[in-house]
């Protein structure tokens, strides 16, 4: 039963978009005989001028959401895939150029972790294995006339330790039952996202993997001892600290750090002494610690 | 006169954009333009004492629209111009330098200390300075430098040490100031968070040089960013007084204001900073010309004054709206 103008005449747009999701592509690249591959899953929303499509069914102005597939499959052909970030600024810029009633592009899209095979530093020329230690995943966001917003992340990346991790000296009210520990394990999935402050000229491969290491780097500490981790809130803001001392293209950055806790069993019920030997995993509930920050605006020589 | 030189120098720098091929009906009215431009003083002393007819129209151009876009706070096009002008003329001194303060401005310190060498390389006063340091004379490799795209991931800048080292030497070795070797030592200081001792060289630079508005506004970025703010807001006023069109000065002052919690002094300036910018677009021009950090900076302080309708107008760019807002419409 379509609505009728009286009903229509007390709402207002607050935002339309639509598109394709989940759009998967293997582009390959040869040198020979050696080749490379980015295997990605787009997502693609656009928003478009007129909103009479909503209004009154009139689908003039739709480019259909199996054009903006085509779109992508064809976009990889003649632009090619050298980053997930490049690709995303090429159909975004591809839909507000192409056409002129598209006011806003947002492309998501996330790369598929296949690394190269590789023994004794011999690389191989054309076989992968899939190796999800790490998602890479960008998004971009564009106004018509505007440049392009763009974020990079990485996320689903699982670390642990065993110890050099604590949490004392927290707020105790009455209902706070837990123990204080210098000692104990820390386990956490990593998400981060960051923002850059300029789009050209960027080398997004390395400062992706900038990030990476770096949260890897502070995570982890010197490989013989280790760095103690007072806190997850802690570890988190100094990752953040030295990615914008390292990589300058990075403006903003934000880290989600699950808790995921491990538990001592308790096994004096059946008379063994359990030393933190043998631990629980608990998936839920767990710890979630965020933060966000942005470089300080710096005055310019 | 300040608006028209942005205006003038925007136009000029696009008509070179769009010529690919040196077209001789084309330089000769480049030529005219020069003339004109020396003609109605829009260029310095030093510009006109520095154009042969030697020099390539074509490079002298990249390098003014270059250090031009760098003071109205169009940092990375100011990046790209420069290094047109590197790969004309490797030995340009002044882009040398301009683009040595960008890319510190971009944090890019390992590259800063780069260019900075290769401003000492082809400085015919100091490079006897380099002929024992092998390992730094290195390729002609300058060019090749200019025009890499960033490197990401090196995160210490093995070169600062060297090289300030050899500023501190050259600079030891003049009887007289040089202020663009003081300049240098400055940026180096800046690179290496020694504010006091680059706002020391930016001073020395201006007993020379007490009329130019660009170390002024550099002694005053470093007084900044030193935590000196109170000094800084005296540094960029005096720069503003020689030349009140200088966007950069103007939100590096609003920046200040931030600093110092005068959150609606910063706004006003921000606001005064975009609304120059938007005066020079070239109706040729279809790109954006008003800076990306500028309308950061005036959120940020949009956002610490508790007005959210003000707030909000900002993030959809209604620059109309506020200068209204901050009687700064004309």
């Not at chain 2, 003014?64 to 002008?85: D, F, K, P, W, Y």
Request: negative net charge; glycine residues 4%; contains cysteine.
């Amino acid at each position: 039963m379509a609505t009728t103008s009286t009903q229509q005449k007390n709402v207002e747009f607050v935002r339309t978009g639509y598109g394709k999701n989940l759009v998967k592509v293997l582009y390959i690249r040869r040198e020979g005989t050696h080749h490379y591959i980015t295997e990605l899953t787009a997502n693609v929303e656009l928003t478009l001028k007129s909103r009479k499509d909503y209004l009154t069914g009139d689908n003039s102005d739709i480019i259909p959401t199996d054009t903006v597939k085509n779109t992508v499959h064809a976009l990889a052909k003649l632009k090619g895939v050298l980053t997930i970030e490049q690709f995303a600024m090429d159909i975004s810029e591809h839909f507000l150029t192409a056409f002129k009633h598209v006011t806003r592009v947002n492309v998501k899209i996330e790369e598929a972790p296949w690394r190269r095979l590789e023994k004794n530093g011999v690389e191989h020329a054309h076989a992968f294995i899939y190796s999800p230690e790490s998602c890479r995943f960008c998004e971009v966001e564009q106004n018509l006339n505007e440049s392009p917003v763009l974020h990079s992340g990485v996320k689903n990346m699982k670390v642990l330790k065993t110890t050099q991790s604590g949490f004392e000296g927290f707020f105790r009210d009455r209902f706070t039952t837990l123990q204080e520990a210098k000692d104990r394990c820390f386990c956490t999935s990593v998400y981060a996202r960051w923002r850059y402050n300029k789009v050209q000229n960027v080398d997004f491969d390395s400062a992706w993997n900038s990030v990476k290491e770096s949260i890897i780097e502070k995570f982890a500490g010197p490989y013989d001892r280790g760095e103690y981790s007072p806190s997850v809130q802690k570890t988190l803001y100094d990752t953040q600290v030295i990615v914008l001392d390292r990589v300058p293209e990075v403006e903003e950055i934000e880290i989600v750090m699950p808790n995921q806790h491990y538990f001592t069993i308790d096994m004096t019920k059946m008379g063994l002494t359990n030393n933190n030997e043998v631990l629980l995993p608990l998936d839920n509930p767990s710890g979630n610690i965020t933060g966000t920050v942005r470089r300080k605006p710096q005055a310019k020589l | 006169m300040e608006l028209s030189t942005v205006t003038r120098l925007e136009v000029f720098g696009l008509m070179l954009y769009l010529s690919c091929e040196s077209d001789t009906e084309f330089w000769d009215k480049m030529q005219a333009e020069w003339e004109e431009l020396a003609r109605r003083n829009w260029l310095t002393e030093n510009e006109q004492a520095q154009i042969p007819s030697s020099v390539s129209p074509h490079e002298k151009a990249w390098q003014v629209l270059g250090t031009t876009q760098a003071e109205n706070e169009n940092e990375q096009a100011a990046i790209v111009s420069l290094q047109r002008c590197l790969e004309l003329h490797p030995n340009n001194l002044q882009a040398l330098m301009a683009l040595a303060v960008s890319l510190t401005n971009t944090g890019m310190r390992q590259d800063a200390c780069e260019v900075l060498l290769c401003w000492l390389r082809h400085n015919s006063k100091y490079n006897h300075l380099l002929k024992d340091k092998s390992h730094l004379a290195g390729s002609p490799g300058c060019q090749r430098r200019m025009s890499r795209v960033s490197t990401v991931g090196r995160y210490e800048s093995s070169l600062l040490p060297e090289v300030k080292e050899l500023f501190l030497e050259a600079a030891q070795h003049n009887r007289d100031t040089d202020p663009d070797l003081q300049t240098g030592l400055g940026v180096l200081f800046n690179i290496s968070a020694e504010f006091n001792k680059a706002v020391e060289a930016f001073n020395a630079a201006l007993s020379v040089r007490p009329e130019d508005y660009l170390l002024w506004n550099r002694l005053g970025a470093t007084l900044a960013n030193g935590d000196r703010s109170e000094e800084a807001v005296e540094a960029y006023t005096r720069a503003l007084e020689l030349q009140p069109g200088f966007i950069r000065s103007r939100y590096n002052l609003g920046i200040s204001c931030i600093n110092l919690g005068a959150h609606r002094e910063a706004a006003s300036n921000f606001l005064t900073a975009l609304s120059l910018q938007r005066k020079s677009r070239s109706r040729q021009l279809s790109h954006q010309v008003m800076s990306g950090n500028i309308w950061a900076a005036l959120r940020i302080a949009l956002s610490m004054m508790d007005q959210p309708e003000l707030f909000q107008a900002a993030n959809i760019g209604d620059l109309d709206l506020l200068m209204k807002a901050f009687n700064l419409d004309m």
